[in-house]
């Protein structure tokens, strides 16, 4: 089958979607259960496997009152059922009355299965910047 | 061609081997030279291209004394002509008269070109630990 960057891109969004919604139920759909699916959170250790990786996802989602995201693609490949996608998240998430802005560079990794992409990797890690937090 | 672990495992080892001599020569040689090749290293930017990347490399060895790593796999994969690594480094540096320990998370996917394994994306995060650094 002849894959297009289109549906990776929608994959993608829909990963950020579900991260935004604070929904593990619309995290658990865009993820691959095979067991070699690995998350690198910013500065976490390796969740490998699904169960420690849906439970790395409650407990962000737990301690998380809201996030927002603006996703910048930097890249899109596929590989025959792989595809490949580079972007940076600029995030926004909101810390007792304040919003707190920041960067992390993602390499996202899917795969072809039942007739949709799903994240089989998602590596995030802090961009550090000079500019000063938002108020 | 059907490809086997043992020789990406090999090429994942003079990666670090490059990085260990200090060797933009040896550097060069493991890297894809494609367009849309990218690196990240912890904190950084993302450096696409192989002028960006090597010029990481060169600023990087330019300011490392010594450096060595222990490098733990935590997975391969092969798909077609992609590979995909999955390792925890294990990095000591000299900065003045002492060795300073740290963690890096790396996602490294290589490429089938020319008849070898090319590195065509490097993704290294810091590993948050609550170890104290080594004398």
């Known amino acids: 089958m002849e894959h297009n960057c289109e549906a990776v891109r929608e994959a993608n ?10 929904d593990i139920k619309r995290m ?12 690198i959170h910013p500065g976490w250790p390796v969740c490998a496997g699904w169960v420690e ?13 809201a996030i927002k995201f ?4 930097l890249d899109i490949r596929i590989l025959g059922d792989w595809a490949y996608v580079v972007c940076m998240e600029s995030i926004s998430t909101q810390e007792q009355e304040a919003w707190v802005d920041g ?3 993602a390499t996202n990794l899917f795969e072809w299965r039942g007739g949709q992409w799903q994240v089989f990797h998602h590596h995030g890690s802090p961009l550090v910047t000079n500019e000063a937090p938002a108020a």
């Open 28 to 39: 658990e759909d865009i993820w691959s259960k095979g067991d070699y699916i690995k998350c």
């Open 70 to 73: 603006s996703i910048d693609l």
């Open 53 to 65: 990786v849906r439970d790395s996802w409650v407990l962000i989602f737990n301690h998380t009152r």
């Open 103 to 105: 960067k992390v560079l």
């Open 13 to 22: 969004v829909s990963f950020y979607r579900a991260f935004e919604m604070l």
